[in-house]
């Protein structure tokens, strides 16, 4: 087990903390439904551009029918993954947000069945906490970070907030 | 991409950062079994309240039979979620953990069976991080922020705490 | 609702925040598949050792065939999820992740088959973001902190990173 020291120490000469926020959003648009588009170098590019040590990066899928998901880049699994997920909540299955004739509350224009996308978010995750160590997005040797595209192509908004202790400036 | 400036920066008359974690709890009773309690309004206060700008609100639910949830609020959609539910952890479905028969660990005076709660629970989440940007919480369209009673109505709590950046004081 | 106050406040003396990011890494080792290891006190001590008062403390499991869970530690429910994976992504049920004739992404050597323990994974969490209040880990009663071993035994790593405000020095 290895620790960080604490930054800054509260020593003679004290240092204002240099406390850091950063925050931006990454647009995003899958080709189509139930594809997995990997973030990761955007997200590294971001905790880079921070300037940020120590801390943590937030993302949050600003959708309910879309969802994030942290595992490995190999298309047969993510071939597994869509199979499941159909198995677990089947497109066409009856959803009873489908229903636009009894529905009364969010229907927007071009509304469009997606009953099936929102339960397989509910399976998946819409935010996702990593950790950013030594200035450098903490990951295991096989995660990426994934968009998981639930519907059907549509544009995508993904929030990242980096906060933590920035490094010292020259 | 819009990249919000770090706070502060080392300028010639460096200023303290300030660095606030502000936390509550929130009380929840839900009506009964499966009711999804939208918790929206009461968070965004508590971030408002906070005086935080720029970081982290994370949601803490303190129960191993109730979760949370990042989705909308359209009951149609909520009749759906309890379907999956249902089908995915039934309730009675023999499950090894309401056996008070031969169970003998955390069993306390008023035990009920409620296997398939801790089920639903493990499938949903027990922490949702959100993003704070620019004094408010970051949410989508549709996005909202429930309790979802896995069992039956009882008195719940969330913890709740954000973490960042605070407004400059006047 | 309880709040507490933010720190430090901008006084006539101002303070410097005395902002805190702590990291380690958990080595665990489960003693074969689908076991449950509690890491609660580990993760107390993190929290502890770290000096932070009022914060977050981020988990994240670097591997993408185990997970993390927060619930309770009683050996029939875990007996009750273990069944739970098992009908929901069961062992060699033809995962395509695990066709070694035809996959060329990711094959490492001693490559077993293992495409349950990806699909179990993303049922569950990879990381798992908790309120640091008063210097303690916040628990509901009943809440622990778990890695579930979805593969083999093998050497897991969990990140650990504690960011808040620390304890004024003395």
């Known amino acids: 087990m290895a620790a960080t020291a604490c930054l800054p120490s509260n020593t003679e000469t004290p240092v204002p903390a ?6 931006c959003a990454l647009e995003v648009r899958a080709p189509g ?8 170098e955007r997200l590294a590019a971001c905790v880079a551009r921070s300037g940020i040590e120590h ?3 937030n993302l949050q899928c600003l959708h309910t029918s879309a969802a994030l998901l942290l595992n ?3 298309p047969l699994l ?3 993954f869509r199979a499941l997920l159909e198995r ?5 299955a009856g959803w009873q947000h489908d229903r636009f004739d009894v529905r009364t509350v969010n229907l927007a224009p071009g509304e469009r069945p997606n009953g099936h996308a929102h339960a397989r978010a509910l399976l998946l995750r ?6 950013v160590v030594g200035g450098r997005l903490e990951l295991g040797r096989w995660q990426r970070v994934f968009l998981v595209e639930c519907d059907e ?3 995508r908004t993904v929030s990242v907030l980096v906060l933590g202790v920035a490094r010292p400036c020259a």
């Open 18 to 23: 240099r406390l850091c926020a950063w925050s």
């Open 33 to 40: 439904a139930m594809h997995f588009v990997d973030l990761t």
């Open 55 to 57: 801390g943590l990066v």
């Open 72 to 74: 490995e880049n190999e």
């Open 78 to 80: 993510h071939e597994d």
């Open 88 to 92: 677990w909540a089947p497109r066409g």
């Open 126 to 131: 819409s935010t996702e906490c990593l950790n």
């Open 153 to 155: 192509a549509r544009d």
